[in-house]
């Protein structure tokens, strides 16, 4: 017994009749054990919530350190497939399973995202399935000579391997569907997911589509008429429309899905057509007169052609006979399906075409505003043809005149995210922005702006005002000096930013430095100068940082410059002038007795100094 119940026993409190039981079974030794276990847990327990508390009432700032810890540890454990726990220990979600249970559960998890990868690639499973009923049961109902003893196997082969997908459908994936709660939140819990499916979810659709109907093959044999048993095969017609429409938003060419989308409609009603001429053929005799199948030929072939004739109004179509009701009755309902699915294929090409044109037909609108502005402006034709250039290859390179026009239907966190995947990569990589906090790169990745240069064209000049920065996306720049820029310092690629000196920098600080220009067709993004105040306002120590490094980038590139100046070139022969004799050395020798050595000396010398005078003058 422990000391707690002891205490309780003693203060005439009762004791839980469960916990005497479990005594009597434990024995004394190992209750004592266990409970002195269970009391240091929940002291432990106390303390992490007490932690816990602490953090969510005040949270410790994070540090740069932190945050770069953080991150390694999520890259860690993403590459790893592990899940970080309360306690920080790490554990593998699939510990303990076998291997045939690991692959499944990564092919098949418990619950699946409805816009997830895997579902997407199940619609297109099930649409497959859908096809094959709805081409094959109007065939094989129809074109009876198509189904003998031959080839029952192979269609009955096909058609339950599409039962077969529709049953996995209706017990496995649909089950594991997750859907949004009232709170608008994904619930995943396998009861709910089942309750949802049944339902609101397309449990009943599935359910007719199952119906083995199929079973009365067992009394009236297996044959092609009998094939309408499996009709209700159907009607999942859901499964086309959701499978085309998520190509549809995940293609690069939603374009040609639609069209693929329209022609299969439309091959689809066609056959129809030919299925039903040759079930009217046969019901009157095959080639029983000029109007039905005459039997000649491919039987399919023969009639498609008449139905693909018939619904595009072209070419001369058989008469139906005047005495005949039921042909003409036939004739009008396919001239008139025909009409139908001619309407639908050029209203449907259309629409696809001028969806697919809209972007293009607005830049002509805007290309031929800009010329014809020039034109009444008679703006020099140099300009004109530097102008349209500029507009031909902003189209051809990125299909817009302003990228941020394109998303500007977006949500603000939402057009954050796609700035970030398309442009956080480039601004990471500007050696002037290492250090700085990630929240400061984000909202200056939100603020660029491209701009695209034409080969030639100055970007910015030496001496001029700076108010912006550059970073080089795609192309190349150079930084020119010397007489009428002809000398090239330095030729600058992707990822390098310059006029950083003259963006963070104030007074004398603020003048461009080096004159930059276009090396071929060039795509820089641009920082203003107001944007980036405003962004490092909640950054005050990456403020002081950036200016460090404005400062010091300012003394590199006075010292490049200056390395880079051409030096004067100096003559290899040196012309000095004629010397002529010093006459102070005249006097001196005068006036010093001739017997000193200092006089003899200071004579040949001067004797020499005359003679090589003379010999250079001559």
Same mark, same amino acid.
């Given at each position: 017994m422990t000391n707690e119940e002891k205490n309780k026993e003693e203060e005439g409190e009762e004791v839980d009749p469960e916990m005497k039981e479990l005594q009597n079974k434990l024995g004394e030794e190992k209750y004592a054990t266990l409970a002195q276990r269970a009391g240091q847990m929940k002291v432990r327990f106390n303390l992490r919530q007490k932690k816990w508390k602490e953090k969510v009432v005040m949270p410790p700032t994070p540090t740069t350190a932190d945050l770069k810890k953080l991150e390694t540890e999520v890259e860690e454990n993403l590459a790893?497939?592990? !899940?970080?726990?309360?306690?920080?220990?790490?554990?593998?979600p699939l510990a303990g399973l076998s291997r045939f249970k690991r692959v499944l559960k990564s092919i098949l998890p418990d619950a699946i995202h409805p816009q997830s990868t895997l579902m997407s690639l199940w619609y297109l499973v099930l649409t497959l399935a859908l096809l094959y #009923?709805?081409?094959?049961? *109007?065939?094989?109902?129809?074109?009876?000579?198509?189904?003998?003893?031959?080839? %029952?196997?192979?269609? !009955?082969?096909?058609?339950?391997?599409?039962?077969?997908?529709?049953?996995?459908?209706?017990?496995?994936?649909? *089950?594991?569907? &997750?859907?949004?709660?009232?709170?608008?939140?994904?619930?995943?819990?396998?009861? #709910?997911?089942?309750?949802?499916?049944?339902?609101?979810?397309?449990?009943?659709?599935?359910?007719?589509?199952?119906?083995?109907?199929?079973?009365?093959?067992?009394? %009236?044999?297996?044959?092609? +008429?009998?094939?309408? /048993?499996?009709?209700?095969?159907?009607?999942?017609t859901y499964a086309f429309t959701r499978a085309f429409d998520r190509l549809d938003a995940a293609s690069p060419y939603p374009t040609a899905v639609r069209l693929i989308r329209t022609v299969n409609i439309m091959l689809y009603l066609i056959h129809l057509n030919a299925c039903?001429?040759?079930?009217?053929?046969? @019901?009157?005799?095959?080639?029983?007169?000029?109007?039905?199948?005459? =039997?000649?030929?491919?039987?399919?072939?023969?009639? $498609?052609?008449?139905?693909?004739?018939? @619904?595009?109004?072209?070419?001369?179509?058989?008469? *139906?006979?005047?005495?005949?009701?039921?042909?003409? !009755?036939? &004739?009008?309902?396919?001239?008139? &399906? =025909?009409?139908?699915?001619?309407?639908? /294929?050029?209203?449907?090409?259309k629409d696809i075409i001028a969806q697919s044109t809209r972007n293009e037909d607005e830049y002509m609108q805007i290309f031929d505003a800009i010329s014809q502005y020039m034109f009444r402006m008679h703006v020099p034709p140099e300009t004109m043809k530097r102008v349209k250039t500029w507009c031909q290859f902003t189209w051809s390179s990125q299909k817009s005149f302003d990228e941020r026009a394109i998303l500007e239907y977006l949500p603000r966190k939402m057009m954050t995210d796609v700035a970030l995947n398309i442009h956080f990569k480039t601004i990471s990589g500007v050696k002037l922005f290492h250090g700085c906090n990630p929240g400061l790169l984000k909202m200056i990745v939100c603020r660029l702006k491209p701009i695209i240069f034409l080969p030639g064209d100055y970007i910015c000049r030496k001496g001029d005002v700076g108010m912006e920065m550059f970073i080089v996306s795609d192309g190349a720049v150079q930084v020119v000096g010397g007489p009428n820029d002809s000398i090239i310092f330095v +030729? /600058?690629? *992707? =990822?390098?930013? $310059?006029?950083?000196?003259?963006?963070?920098?104030?007074?004398? &600080? #603020?003048?461009?430095? @080096?004159?930059?220009?276009?090396?071929?067709f060039t795509t820089l993004f641009v920082l203003f100068k107001w944007d980036l105040q405003a962004a490092m306002k909640d950054y005050p120590e990456d403020q002081d940082l950036l200016g460090r490094k404005a400062a010091k980038a300012k003394k590199e590139a006075a010292a490049k410059q200056a390395a880079a100046k051409p030096k004067p070139r100096i003559s290899e022969e040196v012309i000095f002038p004629n010397r002529s004799e010093p006459k102070l050395v005249k006097t001196v020798v005068k006036l010093l007795p001739p017997q000193l050595k200092v006089a003899k000396h200071l004579k040949e010398a001067d004797e020499r100094i005359r003679v090589e005078t003379t010999v250079k003058s001559k």
């Open positions: 790893t497939k592990k !899940l970080i726990q309360d306690d920080f220990s790490e554990v593998d #009923n709805a081409w094959v049961v *109007p065939l094989r109902i129809s074109f009876t000579i198509y189904q003998d003893g031959l080839s %029952t196997p192979y269609w !009955l082969l096909g058609d339950y391997l599409s039962d077969i997908i529709n049953i996995i459908d209706i017990l496995v994936i649909k *089950p594991r569907q &997750m859907f949004l709660d009232e709170h608008g939140i994904y619930e995943g819990g396998r009861k #709910n997911t089942i309750r949802n499916y049944i339902k609101n979810g397309d449990f009943k659709t599935d359910l007719v589509a199952i119906i083995p109907f199929d079973v009365f093959y067992l009394f %009236t044999g297996i044959s092609g +008429t009998m094939t309408f /048993l499996r009709a209700n095969r159907m009607v999942k039903a001429y040759y079930a009217f053929s046969s @019901a009157e005799g095959i080639g029983s007169n000029r109007f039905v199948y005459s =039997g000649r030929g491919r039987a399919y072939i023969r009639c $498609f052609y008449f139905a693909t004739k018939t @619904a595009m109004s072209i070419g001369k179509n058989p008469k *139906p006979r005047v005495d005949n009701s039921a042909e003409i !009755l036939f &004739m009008a309902s396919s001239w008139l &399906m =025909g009409v139908f699915v001619f309407a639908v /294929l050029i209203g449907n090409v +030729t /600058l690629g *992707p =990822g390098v930013c $310059f006029g950083e000196i003259a963006l963070l920098g104030t007074g004398g &600080m #603020n003048r461009r430095t @080096a004159s930059i220009k276009a090396h071929g």
